[in-house]
């Protein structure tokens, strides 16, 4: 999953945020000076895709990849803290 801002009309935000493979971001909605939305949101490569052809704007701020390393990192030092803490 990236991480993503998606842009467009009240409609197609509505659509795309109904997309299963799109978890949007509701704290992040603004709405921008020509009178659309953009929410941030985290979506699979393919929704990404289905996004646009829906008529969002999709800008990916961080990759699937980057989200995953990130992720893994954070569960490293998470577990490594529970190791120092003498949890199981």
């Known amino acids: 999953m990236s ?8 409609e197609v935000l509505r659509a795309v945020v109904a997309m299963p493979e799109i978890e949007d971001v509701r704290a992040s909605l603004v ?3 020509d009178g659309n ?9 393919e929704a990404v895709e289905a996004a646009v ?17 990130q992720q893994s990192r954070l569960a490293a030092v998470i577990e490594q803290g529970r190791g120092a803490r003498g949890e199981v």
């Open 31 to 33: 709405t921008l000076d």
């Open 37 to 45: 939305l953009r929410v941030a949101a985290y979506a699979s490569d």
């Open 3 to 10: 991480l993503v801002q998606i842009a467009g009309s009240a």
């Open 53 to 69: 052809a829906a008529g969002a704007v999709v800008v990916v701020l961080v990759s699937t990849e980057a989200v995953a390393e």
